[in-house]
């Protein structure tokens, strides 16, 4: 007996044999390894193309809020009641002072960063060469400092900040409609609602979240003609580690307070409005944690697929091969080694077309981030970021495939295993 057949036998075959063995079984039906393989190679690029656009999405929704990150901000403004109570009437306008800002300051002031008072005030802006509508809103150096660039002219001094000077500092856009240009707009006169301010300075937003809004020194907003002492909302910047809970604590004892202090129903949630940013980022997580839950799924029901169908095949090409597994059996292959080739050549087709369907699936991704990149290059807010996938996802994608070879090969080995030699000889 030879050693070649003695090791057969014995279901001990090299491992450079075991691999010539599978290359020749799966050489003995191509079509059959083609149709699995293609079935492979789909459901992997399907399964890094959703967890890549996935990714992509998570990315780019979440660089949209650097800007909102930095400030994690409670934001008071104004309503109407809703309910008659303690001498209010239903629908009577509510309103915000500087010494609301200042009491909130005294009384919570351990509790959050910084409290001031905002002034916004929609306007018309007039030049000699154009006209625009605007916000005009109060330049805070804690808010505004690491949202603008300035790209023309220069930004306000502390010293400007704290008066009442006529001058402000204008968006590109609106710099473009009142005078042409950019470069054009630095130290020219434009009218707001009627009255001549000096624009020292141009700028653009910081982040991907649009800021236009002709800037002013608070003073001076609150000094425009015809606009009151009346603020627009009081901000509350809380600390940038401040729990959830102590959030949402802080925000009711704000409420309470100003509610007590305006003789408000407590049951009317209309009289005065609560914008709180985080809220929205929360919701916007949950919200991308059930896009990453769909995508996984879909991904995972991708490579469902594909085992059904590698193992559907792989279980035809056993049926087709019962003589050759019966003569194998005949020379002296044991269950085992028959299982093992079986089981063998499931995995060998899932990884080699499982790594095509990686590198396709992560070649689609590559060329799709051109495209959204020059899609949006301009845009103020993100939907779909960077949809690369990172070198962790290839090698779980890559065990996952074995995996899926082992799970749709199982079967159809088991199967190979319980061939009758008798019967399988007498087989056409």
């Known amino acids: 007996m030879t050693a070649a057949l003695r ?135 804690e808010l505004n400092d690491n949202a603008i660039q300035i790209t023309a002219g220069r930004n306000f001094t502390q010293v400007e900040l704290d008066g009442r000077n006529r001058i402000c500092i204008i968006p590109e856009a609106i710099a473009v409609q009142l005078f042409g240009r950019v470069e054009d707009a630095v130290n020219r006169t434009l009218e707001i609602n009627g009255l001549p301010y000096i624009a020292q300075g141009v700028y653009k937003s910081s982040h991907k979240v649009s800021i236009n809004q002709v800037l002013v020194p608070f003073e001076t907003a609150m000094s425009m003609q015809g606009m009151g002492d009346e603020l627009s909302s009081i901000d509350i910047k809380l600390f940038l580690k401040t729990p959830v809970e102590e959030k949402y604590r802080l925000k009711e004892d704000i409420r309470s307070w100003l509610y007590f202090k305006k003789g408000i129903s407590p049951d009317d949630t209309s009289a005065m409005h609560f914008e709180e940013y985080i809220d929205f980022i929360e919701a916007q997580e949950k919200l991308l944690d059930s896009i990453r839950l769909f995508t996984v799924i879909l991904g995972l029901l991708s490579l469902l697929m594909g085992i059904l169908g590698v193992s559907s095949i792989v279980f035809l090409s056993v049926k087709d091969r019962t003589k050759e597994i019966a003569v194998r059996l005949v020379c002296g292959s044991n269950k085992g080694s028959i299982f093992r080739l079986v089981l063998g050549e499931s995995v060998f087709v899932m990884l080699i077309f499982g790594c095509i369907g990686m590198l396709l699936g992560s070649a689609a991704l590559n060329v799709a981030n051109i495209v959204v990149k020059k899609v949006t290059a301009d845009a103020k807010w993100i939907f779909i970021g960077d949809m690369t996938v990172s070198w962790q996802l290839i090698l779980s994608c890559t065990a996952i495939i074995i995996v899926c070879g082992l799970i749709s090969g199982f079967a159809p080995a088991r199967k190979a295993t319980s061939v009758r030699i008798n019967e399988a000889m007498c087989c056409e």
């Open 7 to 141: 090791k057969m036998k014995e279901g001990r075959l090299s491992l450079g044999n075991y691999f010539r063995d599978i290359l020749a079984s799966v050489r003995m039906s191509r079509r059959r390894g083609f149709l699995s393989g293609l079935m492979t190679v789909w459901g992997v690029f399907i399964f890094i193309a959703v967890v890549g656009t996935s990714n992509g999405i998570d990315r780019g929704n979440r660089s949209n809020y650097d800007y909102i990150l930095q400030y994690i901000l409670i934001s008071v403004s104004p309503g109407e009641t809703s309910m008659a109570y303690n001498g209010l009437i239903k629908g009577q306008r509510m309103s915000l002072t500087r010494d609301d800002a200042q009491e909130l300051q005294t009384l919570f002031s351990d509790r959050s960063e910084f409290i001031y008072p905002r002034k916004q005030i929609p306007v018309k802006c007039k030049s000699l060469t154009g006209s625009a509508g605007a916000l005009v809103s109060d330049y805070r150096k």
